[in-house]
């Protein structure tokens, strides 16, 4: 059975204080793991999707990148604004449908 | 553009109730797919519906049941009420039935006393 881990569950920051978020899967076989944002009351949004391992993809002060085993989230310089719950979630190719496998989400929270 | 629109925004319930969630996709967006979110938890996959078909399942009770209409909007029903149903049910959309990004709604705070 697909399964996602995160860590860490919670991590505080000062502004500016690069750091990473850490993503690790099991698969049976990856078509694709998601990166999304959650912000409090409501729905994730898309951030990133990686497909094979070596990937990288930006935005802003976000980098993803991926491994066989693992998917990294970098936060460069971070602001306030950056304060969410990061959602990493993985879809195998063990179904024939379109299912996400959600990990627990960490929650960052950047102080000014 | 319109994201995934969810409605109700919130919803109180009692236990044997029966909820119905209604979800509209991004224009184009073919496939909807529905998840639970418990508080603290990540969303856990209920179903995905392509061109009015149902896709998938995932491991939830026969008292969940969805459907997809024709303009590709959805409603996701839950009979028989459990306490234990108290979530955020989000919807999300995609061009496709395959691994392209799934977009979410705000989703509907369902509460059941």
């Known amino acids: 059975e697909d399964q996602v881990t995160q860590s860490p569950e919670a991590l505080r920051l000062q502004e500016g204080e690069s750091s990473s978020l850490n993503c690790s899967y099991t698969v049976s076989g990856l078509r694709g793991l998601f990166w999304y944002r959650q912000d409090p009351g409501k729905g994730p949004e898309f951030l990133f999707t990686?497909?094979?391992a070596g990937e990288e993809k930006e935005k802003e002060r976000l980098k993803a990148t991926l491994t066989k085993k693992e998917s990294f989230l970098h936060i460069t310089a971070p602001k306030p604004e950056d304060s969410a719950t990061y959602l990493c979630?993985?879809?195998?190719?063990?179904?024939?449908?379109?299912?996400?496998?959600f990990g627990t989400g960490t929650r960052l929270l950047v102080s000014p | 553009d319109a994201g995934v629109t969810q409605s109700p925004t919130h919803l109180i319930k009692t236990r044997g109730q029966q909820v119905t969630l209604r979800c509209s996709p991004i224009?184009?967006?073919?496939?909807v797919s529905w998840y639970q979110q418990v508080l603290g938890q990540g969303p856990q996959f209920i179903f995905q519906y392509y061109e009015k078909e149902e896709r998938g399942r995932g491991n939830f009770p026969d008292r969940f049941s969805a459907r997809q209409f024709p303009n590709y909007s959805s409603e996701l029903n839950v009979n028989a009420l459990l306490l234990g149903d108290s979530a955020l049910y989000l919807c999300?959309?995609?061009?496709?039935?395959?691994?392209?990004?799934?977009?979410f709604g705000d989703g509907t705070r369902l509460s059941i006393l």
């Open positions: 990686l497909y094979s």
């Open positions: 999300a959309s995609s061009w496709d039935s395959n691994n392209q990004p799934q977009h």
């Open positions: 979630a993985v879809q195998g190719r063990n179904t024939g449908f379109q299912k996400l496998v």
């Open positions: 224009s184009g967006h073919k496939s």
